[in-house]
């Protein structure tokens, strides 16, 4: 699948000037002031308006959606010209559909290098290639013909990326923060979410009064306009599926800041930085008994920031409550509420078993049986134990759950125990034998 932009014909703005075989001058060809220039004639010449520089001071909003609009083949998108001909103009990657016919590699212009423009706007996007003392950089310019214009894109683009969500995600990694826009795989209905009914509708009412259109909940009261919730619980219980409901039912911008051993208060800053400019939005950070000591007081700093979190609604979610620094929860305004997420009741597991499909696999009386003999199971191993049961039937044309329910409490068991680890120690596991 190769994704085209309405491109006229391929024109670079500056070129290498230099005998074949004799050594190029990069500090003379990644020139930027004329590569501004250049950038400033070919609107001219192509809109017939004079265009000026804007700088977005935080956040990679602009940015996110010109690669999105790239990816979807947006017709309110040109491409202009490339810059540099010795730079790539082109990327590529392997993109999965629901539609099998639309799988496979995707060819299209790249961010970086290119000249995009937005005509019924007046509004212009070029991330210009710089030499920088480590290699090849970028310089993010965006060029416009008034404010006003600039306004009414900026507006139209957020409805556009509103109105098909994509999750944001930001990744501390070894080079930095890393940014990326991912669609959300699978839209997750609230009725989707197995958990008791009374925290459900707590923590789905003070969603719903967040994101109000006229936060005349707030303005009554006299409360601050951010709110921060923690979830917490044993893994495979919901915690996860709920955070996706929340995305797929808010309407509003979502972002998931996954914390590591890179996390510096750097990154913070940044993702902050990011969420202001999306708010009102959600901002989700799993994992967060993980934050490094090293920025833990920076991070606990940023939650005690007057503004910082003005218009962020910031959910936190931990397997592990017992790691989780006590200074998140002593002062008011870090988390407002904690929440557990508990292994499902006997009800809930009943309920979530007819959901996934086992009533098609078993009668009434079977599954409430099911539902009874799986206490302390997770959502995730009930899934797993509908997995199993239709494999069972597909394959054998008969189904026995209380032996599935049996063989999979003995696993659970071992892997408590380890063990799994202590027999057979004579086999192989993996490539490597156990003596």
Not at 11 to 31: K, V
Not at 280 to 296: F, G, K, N
Request: charged share 25%; with cysteine; proline share 4%.
């Amino acid at each position: 699948m190769t994704i085209q932009l309405k491109a006229k014909e391929l024109r670079f703005l500056i070129r290498a000037d230099h005998a074949p075989g004799q050594a190029l001058d990069a500090a003379s060809y990644f020139n930027y002031i004329a590569a501004v220039q250049a950038i400033v004639h070919v609107l001219g010449e192509q809109f017939g308006c004079s265009f000026r520089l804007y700088e977005q001071e935080d956040g990679y909003e602009v940015w996110n959606g010109l690669e999105e609009d790239i990816r979807s083949g947006y017709d309110g998108v040109e491409h202009m010209a490339s810059l540099f001909d010795m730079v790539e103009t082109s990327v590529f990657d392997y993109e999965s559909d629901p539609d099998p016919t639309q799988t496979g590699y995707a060819i299209k212009p790249g961010v970086r290098n290119n000249l995009f423009a937005y005509p019924e706007h007046r509004v212009a996007l070029a991330r210009v290639p710089r030499l920088t003392q480590h290699g090849l950089g970028y310089e993010d310019l965006i060029f416009g013909e008034s404010d006003e214009g600039l306004v009414r894109f900026l507006e139209e683009m957020r409805k556009r990326q509103l109105a098909n969500p994509k999750i944001v995600v930001f990744t501390d990694t070894s080079d930095g923060l890393d940014q990326t826009r991912e669609r959300v795989a699978d839209s997750v209905n609230r009725s989707d979410v197995f958990m008791e009914e009374e925290l459900k509708m707590q923590i789905y009412r003070s969603i719903d009064e967040f994101f109000s259109k006229d936060r005349s909940f707030f303005q009554t009261y006299g409360i601050p306009y951010k709110r921060g919730i923690l979830l917490y619980g044993k893994p495979g219980n919901g915690k996860t599926t709920l955070v996706k409901s929340i995305s797929s039912t808010t309407g509003a911008p979502v972002a998931y800041w996954q914390i590591t051993e890179y996390t510096t208060s750097g990154s913070i800053q940044r993702v902050f930085e990011a969420a202001s400019q999306m708010a009102p939005m959600v901002l989700v950070i799993e994992d967060i008994d993980s934050m490094p000591a090293s920025c833990r007081s920076y991070f606990l700093n940023t939650l005690d920031g007057a503004t910082s979190k003005e218009g962020i609604y910031l959910i936190g979610t931990t397997n592990y409550p017992e790691k989780i620094d006590p200074a998140l929860m002593n002062r008011a305004g870090r988390f407002d509420r904690a929440y557990e997420v508990k292994p499902p009741s006997e009800t809930l597991r009943c309920s979530y078993l007819h959901h996934k499909g086992m009533g098609r696999l078993a009668d009434e009386e079977a599954v409430a049986l099911a539902a009874r003999r799986t206490e302390g199971f997770t959502l995730a191993q009930l899934s797993e134990l509908y997995t199993s049961a239709a494999l069972q039937m597909h394959y054998e044309n008969e189904l026995s759950l209380e032996k599935l329910i049996a063989d999979m409490k003995a696993d659970f068991a071992k892997g408590r125990s380890h063990e799994w680890m202590m027999e057979e120690r004579s086999r192989k596991l993996g490539f490597v034998q156990v003596e």
